[in-house]
């Protein structure tokens, strides 16, 4: 009997070793967040290459609740970052792929910067770099040899003036990442090697070309979790097993556009969410 117990807890442990962890998520609402400089609220921090651009919580528009961060280029503003560091050391968890999912709206300009989600771990080393570029086209920053940084831009267009889900996927067991826009892949590459294994932060970035852009962007439902495994299609809560609990986050979240219950990523929670967990009920299990 004991022996039973015991192998019981074991397994309990085990599983509960493979849930998600999240590291961060926030939809920039109010609290703990209020309209202004981001900077110093919730822990974020900024830094800015040249003149500062701004970084403002904002009720101008939001996908989920009122609020959203609202990047703004400023003239003779250069790269500008803003962060909260959420350290997740892969050496010791067993949740060795980081998953970082954020919604971003970008506002029509003559001149147009560069927009995204800059990686570093905690040696303040770039990983990788997933953005909009000033074509309007997916741009990743990868490392093809694990130590030379290369940017890329892979020709995908994206549509301004609506929301849109950006998604990248860190594998630190294979040192590869994957960029996805409203679901679908947009490219991969190598992480760069000498950023070791501790995750250091998802960096919402902005770098402005020539001091001029004069568009903006909007951030909003930014969601950094660690996971053991790449998920079973309809796993929701990355338990590895797509059962009752998955259903039940879809099914409670339906309607809004809750990013964690999304599953194909287009903005909303509906039947097409409810009929993945549906169709794929008891994989992994």
């Given at each position: 009997m004991c022996g039973?117990?015991?192998?019981?807890?074991?397994?309990?442990?085990?599983l509960?070793?493979?849930?998600?962890?999240?590291?961060y998520?926030?939809?920039f609402?109010?609290?703990?967040f209020?309209p202004?400089?981001i900077?110093g609220q919730d822990?974020?921090q900024e830094y800015?290459?040249?003149?500062?651009?701004r970084?403002?919580?904002s009720t101008?528009r939001a996908?989920?609740g009122?609020q959203?961060l609202?990047?703004?280029?400023?003239?003779?503003?250069a790269?500008?970052?803003w962060?909260?560091?959420?350290?997740?050391?892969?050496?010791v968890s067993p949740?060795k792929?980081i998953d970082?999912?954020?919604d971003?709206?970008?506002?029509?300009g003559?001149?147009q910067?560069r927009?995204?989600?800059?990686?570093y771990?905690?040696i303040?080393e770039?990983v990788c770099?997933?953005?909009?570029g000033?074509?309007?086209?997916?741009?990743l920053i990868?490392?093809?040899?694990?130590?030379?940084?290369?940017l890329?831009d892979t020709?995908?267009?994206?549509?301004?003036e609506?929301?849109n889900?950006?998604?990248?996927v860190?594998?630190?067991?294979?040192?590869?990442?994957a960029?996805?826009?409203n679901?679908?892949?947009v490219g991969s590459?190598r992480?760069?090697?000498r950023?070791?294994?501790?995750?250091?932060d998802a960096d919402?970035w902005h770098?402005?070309?020539?001091?001029?852009?004069?568009?903006?962007?909007?951030?909003?439902?930014l969601?950094?979790?660690?996971?053991?495994t790449l998920?079973?299609?309809?796993?929701?809560d990355?338990?590895?097993c797509?059962d009752?609990?998955?259903?039940?986050?879809?099914?409670?979240?339906?309607g809004?556009?809750?990013?964690?219950?999304d599953i194909?990523q287009?903005?909303i929670v509906?039947?097409?969410?409810?009929l993945?967990?549906?169709f794929?009920?008891?994989r992994g299990?």
């Amino acid at each position: 009997m004991c022996g039973k117990v015991f192998w019981s807890v074991t397994v309990a442990m085990s599983l509960a070793c493979l849930q998600a962890q999240l590291l961060y998520e926030t939809s920039f609402e109010n609290p703990p967040f209020t309209p202004g400089n981001i900077a110093g609220q919730d822990g974020w921090q900024e830094y800015h290459l040249g003149v500062a651009n701004r970084g403002q919580i904002s009720t101008e528009r939001a996908l989920s609740g009122t609020q959203s961060l609202k990047i703004t280029p400023v003239n003779g503003g250069a790269n500008s970052w803003w962060w909260k560091t959420v350290t997740h050391d892969t050496r010791v968890s067993p949740n060795k792929i980081i998953d970082i999912r954020w919604d971003m709206y970008l506002l029509p300009g003559t001149a147009q910067g560069r927009y995204g989600i800059d990686v570093y771990s905690d040696i303040v080393e770039r990983v990788c770099a997933l953005a909009v570029g000033s074509s309007n086209t997916i741009i990743l920053i990868r490392y093809p040899d694990g130590f030379t940084e290369q940017l890329v831009d892979t020709g995908i267009a994206v549509q301004r003036e609506r929301w849109n889900r950006f998604r990248l996927v860190i594998d630190y067991n294979t040192g590869t990442f994957a960029g996805f826009v409203n679901g679908q892949m947009v490219g991969s590459g190598r992480i760069n090697s000498r950023a070791g294994a501790v995750f250091g932060d998802a960096d919402v970035w902005h770098f402005n070309f020539g001091g001029n852009s004069n568009d903006a962007a909007f951030f909003d439902n930014l969601r950094i979790r660690a996971i053991a495994t790449l998920e079973q299609e309809g796993d929701v809560d990355g338990s590895g097993c797509v059962d009752d609990a998955d259903l039940l986050i879809v099914l409670f979240a339906f309607g809004s556009s809750d990013p964690s219950a999304d599953i194909n990523q287009d903005g909303i929670v509906d039947d097409a969410d409810l009929l993945i967990v549906l169709f794929n009920f008891g994989r992994g299990c």
